[in-house]
């Protein structure tokens, strides 16, 4: 059971963050002490485990979640925010990749994923700043354009995905006052809070059942004779097991650690614009 709520701040050295500034209270989650059994034991309290955690809940199942830090304290509360239909890679280099049948699997999957946060956003009413008002990526130069012109193209034959529009020098204009050759414009993009939403979600999953332990870092994984996820205080017995701390696994299961990979995200934050609003209309 949580304890009394502190807010986001405590504890939490992640330096000067917007998201960190805003942040929803949050209640603090005891460590884990002493030896417990459950169902499904979530490492890393993120938005997958997060997720994993309620879902499992949902549907009945006893679960435990151990998070090394506080909620949110990896990549899931300080990443960019966006939500952004399909995948880093693009359409074009889905298909190039895994070629045109795995591509669109793989661009569906990750529409789909999109439909689920929102789902969940509304189920839970998690307040996370949820604003749908597209994605825009500027084109610097013709070359930019004629690439923009080709990705629509593939995600039209290929993914099946028409909700994608090519903007004039003029259009984007409207848009953004910033005098790019011309943009790419997708409707269905946009941004959130990614903290508040984690946090959001820790709250769904507790409501759920889901007991959750803060301060708790899996320092050992035991697969036999069952699962056994240990920390420094106790240890998880447990039928299943999801590991979703990314690259703070640390070495818990070493066959993670060669799909680990560090990616850049950036953001920038002002302070609020009024009047100055109009480059972004």
Known sequence: MATRSTGFNAGLDIGKSYYVATASPAPDHPALAGDVEADLVVVGGGCTGLSAALHAAERGLKVVLLEGGKIGWGASGRNGGQMIPGL??????????????RAKALFDLAFEARGLVLDIIERHAIDCDLRLTGHLVGAVNNSDLSDFEAEAECL???MKFTDVEILSAAQARQKVDTPYQGAVFEPLGGHMHPLNYTLGLARAAAAAGVVIHENSVAVRLEREPSIRVHTDKGSVRARHVVLAGDALLQGLEPRVNSRIMP???????????????DVIP
């Open 88 to 101: 880093r890679k693009g359409a074009r280099g889905l298909v190039k990749t895994f070629g045109p049948e």
């Open 263 to 277: 990616v850049g995200n950036y953001i920038v934050a002002t302070e609020p614009l009024d009047g100055k609003a």
């Open 156 to 158: 039209a034959k290929v």
